[in-house]
């Protein structure tokens, strides 16, 4: 099995402020996912990688830079915090196959004061 | 574009009474459905997915049965259990297509 980290677990953050997520995952899984999760909302997409380099806006894109420079690695920027910006934000892998589930990670709270 | 509609937010059923949370979707292709179910505190996790061919999924005493005709995935226990409290995602994905759709998502609470 594998397994998917995020960090850091809580992040508080100040308005107008650069925060980045990071995400890690060990199944060697080719494309990787940034999702944003509000209550009621579901689960929104913000950014995708097919594969190393490589960069798929989602639905949610705008505010948001993301990098992918490892296979393993995937990172998301809030390029500047929204004040009582109050969210979850999920990482997550999977294979290419369309029948292929998701692993996702444990999730980043973040905070913005 | 794809779609998927959960239309229950909130479902309280007390022990040992069936469970059905709804699923329907919109979809130009046949694509793969799957739940997910999000405990408080942890990460989503796959319940069960569609098959390829008509066989029902299981997992842990929920199913859930494709229906083409009517577009739906709804997931279905015969006696909820307090442990099933959490909240389950309908999700669809189209072949060729990397992305995951998901539903609004469905809260279950399970009282005594």
């Known amino acids: 099995g594998g397994i998917i980290t995020q960090t850091p677990k809580f992040l508080i953050g100040q308005e107008g402020q650069k925060l980045t997520l990071k995400c890690q995952q060990n199944f060697n899984h080719d494309t990787m996912y940034w999702y944003r999760q509000d209550s009621g909302k579901g689960l929104r997409l913000i950014y995708y990688?097919?594969?190393?380099?490589?960069?798929q806006k989602g639905d949610l894109s705008e505010g948001y830079d993301a990098s992918r420079e490892k296979k393993s690695s995937f990172s998301l920027t809030v390029t500047s915090a929204q004040k009582n910006e109050m969210a979850v934000f999920l990482c997550?892998?999977?294979?290419?196959?369309?029948?292929?589930?998701?692993?996702f990670g444990p999730g980043t709270r973040l905070t913005v004061l | 574009g794809d779609s998927v509609t959960q239309t229950e937010g909130l479902v309280t059923l007390t022990e040992g009474l069936p469970v059905m949370l709804n699923c329907t979707y919109q979809?130009?292709?046949?694509?793969?459905l799957f739940w997910y179910v999000q405990h408080l505190n942890e990460a989503p996790k796959l319940l069960l997915k569609?098959?390829?061919?008509?066989k029902r999924p299981e997992h842990q005493g929920f199913h859930a049965t494709l229906h083409k005709s009517s577009s739906s995935f709804h997931l279905q226990k015969s006696s909820a259990q307090l442990s099933d409290s959490a909240l389950y995602y309908c999700a669809l994905r189209n072949t060729g297509n990397y992305k995951y759709v998901f539903g609004a998502g469905t809260r279950l609470k399970v009282i005594a």
């Open positions: 569609s098959f390829t061919d008509n």
């Open positions: 979809s130009t292709y046949s694509p793969f």
């Open positions: 990688s097919i594969t190393e380099n490589d960069l």
């Open positions: 997550a892998s999977s294979m290419w196959t369309t029948y292929a589930e998701q692993f």
